[in-house]
């Protein structure tokens, strides 16, 4: 893990950083050989070079975001489209169970082709 990375998400609300090293954790162990890098003030996770997950950390919620995802569907209430739905993101607020089996096998699809 970036060291870089881990000083951008200690800067968050303690129940963020909580949710973010969650989400490394996850991504870690879903895509081996993982790069972690900070580019545009944002976690980014890259595998064989091409992008799988980034992490945003906004004032009341923090978003995990896959690409590769035009054939993942949206789930309401969950899983919500970007753009032309080639990317996928989940937003989490303060309190809520996360089901990070669940993003995980999202991820594990997302990048079983990079």
């Not at 923090?62 to 032309?84: C, Q, W, Y």
Request: hydrophobic fraction near 40%.
């Amino acid at each position: 893990m970036s060291d870089i990375v881990t000083q951008c998400i200690n800067k968050a609300q303690p129940w963020q950083i909580d949710v973010c090293e969650k989400l490394r954790t996850m991504v870690g162990q879903t895509i081996p050989g993982v790069e972690e890098r900070l580019q545009y003030g944002k976690p980014h996770y890259l595998k064989n070079g091409h992008y799988a997950a980034v992490i945003a950390v906004a004032k009341a919620k923090v978003s995990f975001m896959v690409f590769n995802a035009t054939d993942i569907p949206e789930v309401k209430g969950l899983l919500r489209a970007l753009g032309n739905g080639e990317r996928k993101a989940v937003d989490i607020k303060e309190g809520q169970d996360v089901d990070y089996g669940a993003l995980a096998s999202i991820l594990t699809k997302t990048t079983t082709a990079l």
